[in-house]
């Protein structure tokens, strides 16, 4: 199997029903068709202590400030991060992410208002300094991401749930705070998932091959 030093982090992020869950296990197993070691995770969720926090935040059975919100996620990735990433990373291994501290900076940050700055820095805590190698933007916009979980006939979690305005403003945090970077790859989530994947694909290997896979 082709590893790289250090391993290499990937973060897919975009509104729900924009394809990423779909798009992560599809480039995970194009990734390993080519011979790359490449594991996937989610947040939250993965560890033991994730998998409790996801079912809190999902269900929403109890009232949740943003603050308590956010530190309950920032919970889950210090968790993920001792538990599961960094020792993933220490083994030269691609980790393919759905969902990550963007996720944070657009929901409880530019859409539920908290300081920017103060997310930054308690993610800088967590997860001891080591940000995503490369951040996939799966760019959908509001009216197909809604017209595709009304399909898809899935329990509907309690962000799905939130009101047009509120998915609206998330589109626009991730336009304003997430696609302009240089390490974010926006890719076209209209697209067939097929053709997604493989386009998708193609970027990332080219990437890690100029990162020294080996």
Known sequence: MLHIPHGYLIALEGIDGCGKTTLTAQ????????????VTTREPGQTGLG???????QERSVPMCPQAEYLLFAANRAQHFHEFILPQLSS????????????????????RGLELDTLRTINYWVTQGRMPDLVIYVRVTPALAADRI?????VITAYEKES????????QGYESLVAPRQDVLVV?????????AQET???VYELLCRKGMS
């Open 188 to 196: 076209d989530g209209s697209l067939d998932p097929v053709s997604l």
């Open 51 to 57: 998998m409790k926090i996801r079912a809190l935040i």
């Open 92 to 111: 030269g291994n691609v980790i393919i992410s759905d969902r990550f501290f963007d996720s944070s900076l657009v929901y409880q940050g530019y859409a």
């Open 164 to 171: 047009d305005s509120f998915i609206n403003k998330l589109f």
């Open 150 to 154: 009304k399909k898809r006939g899935a």
């Open 27 to 38: 480039l995970a197993r194009l990734l390993s068709d080519k011979g790359v070691a490449v």
């Open 201 to 203: 694909a193609a970027s």
